[in-house]
């Protein structure tokens, strides 16, 4: 399963409900969940946890731990449960998940991580993927990083997604790792030619279709979180300009899908805004954008959902939007 483009997973954010939205836009980009804690998917409510619709495949499970039984058996339910792949987060720098002992602080135990990953390559025969930092704190040495690379290779992992920045474990925050450590393509694409027969996908900072390019000259693909998630049809240049698709759908005929998506899950007990929150980017740049989200704004709370009226909102906006390209 080439992994050309896909989406990062993020907390929050990339729920079941996001990655349906998404997948109506695009059907090529490989989507990831939030990432998951071993207990909580191997003990809580794996219906509402892990379950997905089969429209959001090929799809990914993320999850965080370093427990080689839990990994292990996490692995096995992921598989069981018809997930194309599972990933490992080795990179999330927040103080709650290196408490629990998973994220970017197992970038300081190799020889865990190796353990770690060989145990679920062992458990199941879906591709056991990992996501991690060039470094941490005061390391980000390029040595270190192909060592650690090469244990995780060793391990039977063959496709390693690499967020092109450093993790700092003290003193910032998630939301500031993702802008304050300088970001090192450099060191990324180093990594892929000193590792060929890997599997190497670029993450950080990417949002626009050149860097997806240029990107692509030196690693396997290209993984988009924040760009995606705040204007989601970017995908669609994604679909036309990197997978060749002519025929892509239009604003509002995602809308109109997702409305009768919203309309089912409705009924099944789901809140509005758990669903159209993903949704407040789908006008990104066009003009009426700002009916849009006022809409929005005014109804996500509602217990229902006044279809009609939002069928009214889309259009207003699509009208707009087509008499601004009239005027350009």
Request: with cysteine; hydrophobic share 35%.
């Amino acid at each position: 399963m080439k992994k050309t483009v896909s989406v990062a997973p993020m907390m929050d954010c990339t729920d079941r409900h996001d990655r349906f939205f998404l997948r109506l836009i695009s059907k090529n980009v490989m989507l990831y969940t939030e990432m998951v804690a071993t207990k909580s998917a191997i003990f809580g409510d794996k219906k509402k946890i892990l379950g997905f619709s089969p429209e959001e495949k090929p799809l990914a499970l993320q999850v965080g731990g370093s427990d080689k039984k839990e990994l292990s058996e996490v692995s096995k339910i992921a598989e069981s449960m018809g997930y194309d792949e599972i990933n490992i987060n080795l990179g999330c720098p927040s103080k709650k998940v290196q408490k629990n002992k998973f994220g970017a602080c197992l970038m300081k135990e190799p020889d865990l991580v190796s353990e770690c990953i060989g145990e679920m390559v062992n458990s199941c025969n879906i591709p056991v993927t990992a996501k991690t930092r060039i470094g941490f704190d005061d390391t980000e040495d390029f040595d270190y990083l192909n060592k650690f690379i090469l244990k995780i290779k060793e391990a039977g992992c063959r496709t390693i997604i690499i967020h092109a920045r450093k993790a700092i474990l003290k003193g910032l925050t998630p939301k500031q790792n993702l802008n304050i450590p300088k970001l090192n393509y450099e060191m990324v694409y180093k990594i892929k030619k000193e590792n060929p027969d890997l599997e190497i996908i670029i993450n950080g900072g990417i949002s626009k279709i050149d860097e997806i390019k240029n990107h692509l000259r030196f690693c396997d693909g290209v993984m988009i979180g924040r760009a995606i998630y705040q204007n989601p049809y970017f995908l669609v240049d994604i679909e036309k300009e990197i997978f060749n698709v002519k025929n892509n759908p239009t604003r509002e005929e995602v809308a109109e899908k997702l409305l009768k998506y919203l309309e089912k899950e409705v009924k099944l007990g789901t809140k509005v805004n758990h669903i159209m929150r993903h949704t407040v980017g789908l006008y990104h740049g066009q003009v009426g954008s700002k009916n849009w989200k006022r809409y929005l704004s005014d109804n996500m709370m509602a217990r229902d959902s006044d279809f009609q009226k939002a069928k009214h909102i889309m259009t207003i906006v699509q009208n707009n939007e087509k008499a601004s390209q009239k005027i350009a």
